[in-house]
């Protein structure tokens, strides 16, 4: 079945239908989601999802916008939580050079802090990583001993995507790669192996085409699995099961 790597579904997009939508993954074929973490105020509703649906599996982390959250009140807090509530990943983490309403040096240091956790807890991370990619890369080799996550919604060279799987990383792929203008990430897609990639949507964002503006979901995983299935030469049910394989490895979910 289809392992979803990367969703957030305490969005408010989702307010209205939430509980309908996530009743109905499993007869679409989708096996497992990862709720990433992302703001520390969406925390409480992340847990209630991920308690109520045993399919939905829990990443703790703040997003680099949000590195405001990771106050001295709240790194505590974040740690008994992650003892107690054992999520499968650290994340999502990293840099976003994209705006500048977050300063480098406030991001950098909130990266590392959660870096260390993931190493403290013996977790995998969910790395998110945007007009920052050299550093992203550096900050990891230097900080992550362990060496174990995914580069999320990958959107670097191919060359930057083999350097990742040398280290260590797993490639997330998502609606992206349908997109007329993602030449990039489908030359990535194409060419590193299969053993390498996770399945992704971030949704609420990135619906892949037809629906490239739309809310996103984890029911068009198909669209982006079919796809990576053309663009190799292979079928789609072989890049469904080799990622759920991969997946099911780096967040240890049976
Ligand atoms: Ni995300």
Known sequence: MIFETHS??????????????LSHMKENGIGNIICAGAAWDSIPLMLKICDTYPFCHLALGIHPDN?????????????????????CAIGEIGLDYHYDDVPPEVQREGFIYQL???????????????????????????????????????SSSLEMAEEYIKLGFLIGIGGVVTFKNGRKLKEVAQNIPL??????????YLAPVPHRGERNSSLYIPLIADEIASLRGISADEVIAVTESNAKKLFNIE
Not at 10 to 21: K, M, N, S, T, V
Not at 67 to 87: M, N, Q, V
Not at 196 to 202: A, G, M, N, P, R
């Open 67 to 87: 590195s405001a959250d990771l106050t001295p009140e709240h790194r505590p807090e974040l740690e008994a939580l992650i003892a107690s509530k054992k999520p």
């Open 195 to 204: 053993t390498s990639i996770l399945l992704e949507t971030d949704c609420p």
């Open 8 to 21: 957030h579904y305490d969005d408010p997009a989702y307010d209205e239908d939430r509980d309908l939508l």
């Open 116 to 154: 260390k956790l993931a190493e403290r807890f013996d977790l995998p991370v969910i790395i998110h990583s945007r007009d920052a990619a050299e550093e992203t890369f550096d900050v990891i080799k230097e900080n992550l001993p362990s060496k174990r996550g995914v580069i999320h919604c990958f």
